[in-house]
């Protein structure tokens, strides 16, 4: 383990558009190869296109698809006396975002479909209706955490 002092938080800047860090944070995750514009396009494209579906503001249902999506629980692997307990703990916000924006992410791309675009944006109106595969993923994490609660005093 490192005896130095952890590296401070790397936060950012919002996006020009919506001038939010959290759709900055989704754009760097789209992100492949360092192809920041490209992944830029998907997701307004993205955005555009649910406001189109939708009929309500592009921004709010990507915010409440991350919120369903978030876990606020999860197991981590403990090993205790020779034997590996999977013990529930919580998750902090920086942590339920990245995994919720990676679920969702994953999601789409295993989706049926042409475009990302197309993906993305029915991946994100079903995460923001409570379905979809992000949300399943959530709902599995839950389960595993409350079917191990049983462990939850070798937390740490």
Known sequence: ???RSKPERRIPSA???YNSVDVSKFINRVMRR???SLAERIFYATIERIKERT???GLEIFQKALTNATPLLEVKARRIGGSTYQVP???KADRGFALASSWLIAAAKNRGGKSFVEKLTNE???ASNGTGAACK???DTHRMAEA???FAHYRY
């Open 148 to 150: 191990n609660k049983a």
């Open 15 to 17: 996006d020009p558009i």
């Open 124 to 126: 994100l109106i079903d």
């Open 1 to 3: 383990m490192s005896r």
């Open 55 to 57: 009929n309500e503001s």
């Open 34 to 36: 360092g192809k920041k």
């Open 137 to 139: 993923k959530r709902e």
């Open 89 to 91: 703990i919580d998750v």
